[in-house]
């Protein structure tokens, strides 16, 4: 038995798939939600990289999807997992120089580290990074 599993954004459907795993960071802490999960719905951590993994079985198990995501929510029934976020990337749809450059700018916007570390915009574009696998 598998996930579905929906990575979605008010415009678009980022990507819907099944998965094995689904692995997340909320305000309440890192879940991850297999097969039989009971219903939980919970707040997505700023700056979130939300992981999908391969079913169980699969000759290539490893992440399937790797997803930077601003903000959101995360549902889980049924063995349906749905991902909302107000803005995401698919890891391969990120631009690591563009994400330098915003992680710069809201850097610098931030004023000081403290309100960087905090900052929203900060923590999206290094996640934006993890994505892709480069240092934040």
């Known amino acids: 038995m598998t996930l579905h599993?929906?990575?979605?954004m008010p415009d678009r459907k980022l990507w819907s798939g099944e998965a094995g795993l689904v692995i997340a960071k909320t305000l309440d802490g890192d879940i991850g939600v297999q097969t039989g999960h009971s219903p939980v719905f919970g707040?997505?951590?700023p700056g979130?990289?939300?992981?999908?993994r391969e079913v169980p079985g699969d000759d290539n198990p490893g992440d399937v999807v790797r997803a930077a995501v601003r903000d959101g929510f995360l549902s889980?029934?049924?063995?349906?997992?749905?991902?909302?976020?107000?803005?995401?990337?698919?890891?391969?749809?990120?631009?690591?120089?563009?994400?330098r450059a915003d992680l710069d700018a809201a850097t610098a916007e931030a004023g000081s580290q403290a309100a960087a570390d905090e900052s929203t915009e900060v923590r999206y574009?290094?996640?934006?990074?993890?994505a892709v696998g480069e240092q934040a």
Do not use: C, K, M
């Open 5 to 8: 599993v929906e990575l979605l």
């Open 43 to 45: 707040i997505l951590s």
């Open 48 to 52: 979130s990289l939300v992981r999908i």
């Open 76 to 99: 889980v029934t049924d063995n349906r997992v749905s991902i909302l976020a107000s803005v995401g990337q698919l890891a391969g749809d990120v631009d690591v120089t563009a994400a």
């Open 125 to 130: 574009a290094r996640a934006r990074l993890r």
